[in-house]
């Protein structure tokens, strides 16, 4: 997590601010004035609402200035975030952010929706968002698994999930799953993973390794045909990707592409409830790439449980535009979530 460390010019002292949460995002103002004892301060959690602090750093006290409303009676008071490691095969320890309510049992039997990109150096900050609420709300656990591929640890823990490394990100989000198991906050058959885009990619390799892990899963626009879009120069995000993925006219990068992607790694077993979305004008996952996924999936796994795809055909690689259309779209994945996990609606 980012800390702010003051360090007076004149006696030489530092500190650090403290805030009370053991999960957060920090991020600075628009701090003008250089002559001042007081900095501004962004905050958020997965608990707490945006907020806007005045750090008085003479007297080393905490300002609120400014805090987003949440309407419908909101009370953070009722929930609780908290950090904990799960041990990668390699020995990582991996961050995982957990938002639930103040009564849940860690006795394996709530459901927790697990959320992983790992992709572009692209941190998954623990913030706040009002739409988790309907979830935690009905009993469930909200975790977010920062690993690698993002860069929440650091550049190096984007480099060990890139490339000829990029199967660190699959292993870790298996690691994290099997760590809130382990510790009681949920059963296979009570678990739910998310990812969009790269983490499409993600959920897509996870559930071809690891199917019995998982009761349901939702792949938003998945990147999950990654060799044939790889070797195809005419997509516009293709060639300049090759720093990501790695140049597939090239052996080696090749058959390291070849051996996780979700569509060639498909095979005949049974497969998680799925749900998959899509959209007509995405110009960064084209809609066929889920089409083809969804299509092998159904001629492959060995099982009756659902699989179902969902086409925006006016939307593109971010869904529906407009406030109202875009939460339908999180409503209808709830939706999906809680049948199949057999949570209230």
């Given at each position: 997590m980012?800390q702010?460390?003051i360090?007076?010019?004149?006696?030489?002292?530092?500190?650090?601010?403290?805030f009370?949460?053991?999960?957060?995002?920090?991020?600075?103002?628009?701090?003008?004035?250089?002559?001042?004892?007081?900095?501004?301060?962004?905050y958020?959690?997965?608990?707490?609402?945006?907020?806007?602090?005045?750090?008085?750093?003479?007297?080393?006290?905490l300002?609120?200035?400014?805090?987003?409303?949440?309407?419908?009676?909101y009370?953070?008071s009722r929930?609780?975030?908290?950090r904990?490691?799960?041990r990668?095969?390699?020995?990582?320890?991996?961050?995982?952010?957990i938002?639930?309510?103040?009564?849940?049992?860690?006795d394996?039997t709530?459901?927790?929706?697990?959320?992983?990109y790992?992709s572009?150096?692209?941190?998954?900050?623990?913030?706040?968002?009002?739409?988790?609420?309907?979830w935690?709300?009905?009993?469930?656990?909200?975790?977010?698994?920062?690993?690698?591929?993002?860069?929440?640890?650091?550049?190096?823990w984007y480099?060990?999930?890139?490339?000829?490394?990029?199967?660190?990100t699959?292993?870790?989000?298996?690691?994290?799953?099997?760590?809130l198991?382990?510790?009681?906050?949920?059963?296979?058959?009570?678990?739910?993973?998310?990812?969009?885009?790269?983490g499409g990619?993600?959920?897509?390799?996870?559930?071809?390794?690891?199917p019995?892990?998982?009761?349901?899963?939702v792949?938003?626009?998945?990147f999950?045909?990654?060799?044939n879009t790889?070797l195809d120069?005419?997509?516009?995000?293709?060639?300049?990707?090759?720093?990501?993925?790695?140049?597939p006219?090239?052996?080696?990068?090749?058959?390291?592409?070849r051996?996780?992607?979700p569509?060639?790694?498909v095979?005949?077993?049974?497969?998680?409830?799925?749900?998959?979305?899509?959209?007509?004008?995405?110009?960064?996952?084209?809609?066929?790439e889920?089409?083809k996924?969804?299509?092998?999936?159904?001629a492959?796994?060995?099982d009756?449980?659902?699989?179902?795809?969902?086409?925006n055909?006016?939307?593109?690689?971010?869904?529906?535009?407009?406030?109202y259309?875009?939460?339908?779209?999180?409503?209808?994945?709830?939706?999906?979530?809680?049948?199949?996990?057999?949570?209230?609606?």
């Amino acid at each position: 997590m980012l800390q702010v460390r003051i360090h007076c010019l004149e006696s030489g002292e530092t500190h650090r601010v403290r805030f009370d949460e053991p999960v957060y995002s920090l991020y600075p103002g628009n701090n003008f004035e250089f002559n001042t004892p007081v900095v501004r301060l962004h905050y958020t959690s997965l608990v707490t609402p945006w907020s806007v602090y005045d750090y008085h750093m003479d007297k080393r006290e905490l300002q609120l200035k400014k805090q987003v409303e949440v309407k419908g009676g909101y009370d953070p008071s009722r929930y609780r975030c908290r950090r904990i490691y799960a041990r990668a095969p390699d020995g990582s320890r991996v961050p995982i952010s957990i938002l639930h309510r103040h009564d849940h049992k860690l006795d394996g039997t709530g459901p927790v929706l697990l959320y992983g990109y790992g992709s572009y150096g692209a941190s998954c900050e623990p913030t706040f968002n009002s739409n988790r609420l309907s979830w935690v709300d009905r009993g469930g656990a909200y975790a977010i698994a920062h690993v690698r591929g993002g860069e929440e640890r650091g550049r190096s823990w984007y480099e060990d999930g890139k490339l000829l490394h990029k199967k660190n990100t699959f292993s870790d989000f298996i690691a994290c799953a099997e760590e809130l198991i382990a510790r009681g906050f949920t059963h296979p058959r009570r678990m739910a993973i998310q990812g969009a885009s790269a983490g499409g990619l993600l959920v897509g390799a996870v559930i071809n390794q690891r199917p019995e892990l998982f009761q349901a899963a939702v792949a938003n626009v998945p990147f999950v045909d990654v060799i044939n879009t790889m070797l195809d120069p005419s997509i516009p995000l293709t060639v300049i990707e090759y720093e990501e993925w790695g140049d597939p006219n090239k052996a080696a990068y090749f058959e390291y592409m070849r051996s996780y992607s979700p569509y060639e790694n498909v095979r005949a077993q049974p497969y998680p409830h799925l749900l998959v979305t899509a959209g007509l004008n995405d110009p960064r996952v084209q809609y066929w790439e889920p089409a083809k996924w969804v299509a092998k999936l159904r001629a492959k796994k060995t099982d009756d449980r659902l699989l179902l795809l969902k086409t925006n055909m006016g939307a593109g690689h971010g869904g529906a535009s407009g406030r109202y259309e875009r939460l339908k779209e999180i409503a209808f994945e709830y939706a999906f979530l809680l049948r199949c996990l057999g949570m209230s609606q």
